[in-house]
């Protein structure tokens, strides 16, 4: 994520893949305010292990792109909701890279960071049958948990 205040966004994320048995690591990397760190993380990405990127942003929202720009793993990237513009700017900042650099983009807040963990744990359970499973069952209490009738 881009900073700190990004958390409360992408703990959403976090906890959806900790729930799926999903090992993550969560790290601010700004664009703007620590682009070495960026460089060192989406360079160094894969060799460290990463299979797939899941970078939050707001306002300008440079971290996703610019991870895009640095690494071939699937990036997904959350707008994060912002003051002046509710994260409109976010999304489309994200969500119109240009040809070649592509980021998946999710929903805007924390819908877009549960959605971005659940579409990591697909990607990665095209080759974990025991992570598909468990994204299997996750989506099964998801649908038993609807209740069919609303009630007061």
């Not at 610019?66 to 990237?77: D, E, N």
């Not at 707008?79 to 805007?108: C, F, H, N, Y």
């Not at 069952?137 to 948990?145: G, K, S, W, Y």
Request: net charge neutral.
């Amino acid at each position: 994520m881009g900073s700190q205040s990004d958390w409360s966004t992408m703990r959403h994320a976090a906890e959806t893949l900790e729930e799926l048995g999903v090992s993550s690591d969560a790290r601010i990397v700004s664009a703007h305010r620590t682009p070495d760190r960026l460089i060192t993380f989406a360079k160094g990405a894969r060799d460290a292990g990463f299979k797939v990127i899941i970078a939050g942003a707001g306002g300008a929202a440079h971290l996703p792109g610019m991870t895009a720009a640095m690494t071939s793993l699937p990036v997904l990237g959350v707008p994060v909701e912002s003051k002046a513009l509710s994260g409109k700017d976010s999304l489309l900042s994200i969500v119109q890279m240009p040809g070649g650099i592509p980021v998946g983009t999710l929903a805007i807040g924390k819908a877009g960071a549960i959605n971005a963990a659940l579409l990591a744990a697909s990607i990665l359970a095209l080759t974990d049958p025991e992570l598909a499973k468990r994204l299997e069952a996750f989506r099964a209490r998801q649908t038993e948990n609807v209740a069919e009738r609303p009630h007061d």
